[in-house]
């Protein structure tokens, strides 16, 4: 299980005083009320920032850092990823996973067939989508529907699916 999780991608700076546009990677944004501080990816290290000011426009978030005052210093940022740690994570309810958990896991028919793993989760209007990729195979969509996700286990790797009838020609191209 992955330690930290991905909350927000920066994309842009925003005004003159070191506030930057967030792109949010999580169903709730406005949980950035609540953090004080969040975990910034630089590609060579993760620095600790601290938040002193949210705000909200359109479907971004604008975040402004103790640590930087002005838009000459954010402007390195762009496209960075920011991470919370597990413990400021937002408590899940039941029958929800973290993404970054489901990532890996193998996936399984309800007949017992493997299917590939869970390589990445697209986030729609109406549910999430399972892509099962297997190597050499056309990847399946899998819609994270109850009809469909029969059980997750994710300490044990795996997540049972049943594929319903016609997904896997829809998936072909």
């Known amino acids: 299980m992955e330690d930290l999780l991905k909350v927000g991608v920066i994309t842009s700076t925003h005004g003159l005083k070191g506030e930057v546009k967030v792109y949010p990677t999580?169903?709730?944004?406005?949980?950035?009320?609540?953090?004080?501080?969040?975990?910034l990816d630089t590609g060579k290290e993760k620095n600790v920032l601290h938040i002193t000011n949210v705000k909200f426009f359109k479907n971004m978030v604008i975040l402004k850092f103790k640590e930087y005052n002005d838009i000459n210093e954010v402007e390195p940022l762009r496209q960075k990823e920011l991470f919370v740690t597990r413990e400021n994570a937002v408590p899940l309810e039941e029958n929800e996973y973290y993404i970054a958990d489901l990532i890996g896991l193998l996936a399984v028919s309800d007949e017992g067939e493997a299917l590939g793993e869970v390589a990445e989760v697209l986030q729609?209007?109406?549910?999430?989508?399972?892509?099962?990729?297997?190597?050499?195979?056309?990847?399946?969509?899998?819609?994270?529907?109850?009809?469909?996700?029969k059980a997750v286990d994710i300490s044990g790797g795996k997540i049972v699916l049943h594929l319903l009838p016609g997904l896997r020609e829809a998936n072909q191209k």
């Open 26 to 39: 999580t169903d709730d944004p406005k949980r950035f009320l609540q953090l004080k501080e969040i975990l």
């Open 124 to 149: 729609s209007a109406a549910n999430d989508i399972y892509v099962i990729r297997k190597a050499g195979e056309q990847d399946i969509l899998v819609p994270a529907i109850q009809d469909c996700v």
